[in-house]
């Protein structure tokens, strides 16, 4: 080697010429490292990107697997860039023990309708950390489709009864409910619909208007071929869609008020069974509770012919009065310790007795204060505002 480069010396031109391919191979090389450096660098951008964006929020919101992280001290589940509903914060203190919770958006009373699809996606978020099922009571002011929007957006385990609330003098507000929840079937299908309710408390109401108690008298077989005409028009109507899963047609009403004829017609019924207005004391409610609705609704469907299924519509404690001659029911006073002793005796027993129940309530509602006062507004697990009320939400799995 040393004598061919001595050799390539001797020649002027020759050894410009290597110093020329000495140059160009240099220049090469360092276009190559270049090259290489900087794809090193691009990788390692997109390396970093990838596991900030993967880690950010750590766990799982405990619906469909979507991460999630645990939940601050003001019980706030909300999206975490508001990007993607799916992903939220859990709240290490709720578990999902209830089996179903008695839900009404806010804002979805008429003429005033306030809802937002905003709220019920908050809602939706906390309710399934709670519960896989909730019931509406009326579809007005379009909450069948934000409800089951919220849930096609938060993607969690969730099954809705959908409402409709018909008024005993008026077949308008039942018609104009069944074409609302008609388009949100259209929309969304039956996949998470476990049931339209025709008609809350209308027994109660149609009854009580007359002056007269019995729903299976003269007067309350009146009531009765109402409820039947617009249960029977809802079947047709769900019948027609040729949805690819059977939804049940059910109705609700208190639990002293159910017709039999209406019972016959329906595949499922829900009752109202609170205890508070019963006067017993909040030690007393929960074996209240179970004793008169088996007594009551139980036993009497079980010897129906077609035996539908008995569910618990509403079940709860109030924490609040909005005067002080409703604060106590002759027995407790409402309030929120014992809300609590409701929750400890009621919620793990029904559990483990396999009783289907809808607590009462998801959160306080304003407006039912300012229309009815006294404990109305006050049933909430939650306040308001969406934040949890001094209460520890018991440990063990609803069925």
């Known amino acids: 080697?040393?004598?061919?480069?001595?050799?390539?010396?001797?020649?002027g031109g020759m050894a410009q010429a290597l110093e020329k391919e000495k140059s160009r191979r240099k220049r090469s090389i360092w276009i190559v490292v270049a090259s290489v450096v900087g794809i090193l660098v691009l990788v390692a951008v997109a390396v970093i990107a990838w596991y900030f964006s993967t880690h950010k929020n750590n766990g799982s919101n405990g619906s469909g697997g979507n991460p999630g992280k645990s939940g601050d001290s003001t019980g706030n589940n909300t999206p975490n860039d508001g990007s993607d509903p799916s992903i939220f914060e859990l709240d290490s203190r709720l578990h999902k023990s209830f089996y179903g919770m008695a839900y009404t958006p806010e804002g979805s009373q008429l003429p005033n309708c306030g809802n937002s699809l905003e709220n019920v996606i908050k809602d939706i978020q906390i309710l399934s950390q709670l519960t896989t099922r909730v019931r509406l009571y009326g579809a007005d002011c379009n909450q069948s489709a934000l409800v089951l929007e919220a849930i096609k957006q938060t993607k969690v385990d969730m099954q809705v009864f959908l409402g409709n609330y018909p008024i005993p003098d008026d077949n308008t507000p039942y018609e104009r409910q069944r074409d609302i929840i008609k388009e949100a079937l259209q929309t969304y299908g039956a996949d998470h619909v476990a049931g339209v309710t025709v008609g809350n408390e209308f027994m109660l109401n149609y009854l009580t208007g007359q002056g007269v108690q019995d729903p299976n008298g003269i007067i309350g077989q009146q009531g009765a071929a109402i409820l039947k005409a617009n249960?029977?028009?809802?079947?047709?109507?769900?019948?027609?869609?040729?949805?690819?899963?059977?939804?049940?047609?059910?109705?609700?009403d208190a639990g002293s008020f159910f017709s039999n004829s209406v019972l016959t017609d329906v595949e499922y019924g829900m009752s109202n069974v609170h205890a508070w207005f019963a006067n017993t004391t909040a030690e007393g409610a929960a074996p209240w509770v179970f004793q008169f609705f088996d007594e009551n609704n139980v036993q009497p469907a079980a010897l129906l012919p077609n035996k539908?299924?008995?569910?618990?519509?509403?079940?709860?404690?109030?924490?609040?009065?909005?005067?002080?001659?409703?604060?106590n029911n002759g027995g407790s006073d409402a309030s929120v310790p014992n809300l609590q002793v409701f929750i400890d005796n009621?919620?793990?027993?029904?559990?483990?007795?396999?009783?289907?129940y809808f607590f009462f309530e998801y959160f306080d509602e304003q407006w039912k204060d300012a229309m009815f006062g006294g404990v109305e507004g006050w049933w909430g697990l939650f306040n308001a505002d969406r934040t949890l009320k001094d209460i520890t939400i018991p440990d063990c799995p609803a069925p």
């Not at 080697?1 to 020649?11: A, F, P, T, W």
């Not at 249960?231 to 609700?252: A, C, F, W, Y």
């Open 308 to 327: 539908p299924k008995m569910y618990i519509a509403e079940t709860g404690w109030p924490t609040k009065s909005s005067d002080a001659g409703n604060a």
């Open 1 to 11: 080697m040393e004598e061919k480069y001595q050799h390539l010396e001797g020649s």
């Open 346 to 356: 009621f919620v793990c027993q029904a559990n483990s007795n396999n009783v289907g």
């Open 231 to 252: 249960i029977e028009d809802t079947r047709q109507m769900i019948d027609g869609l040729q949805l690819s899963k059977h939804i049940p047609v059910g109705n609700s």
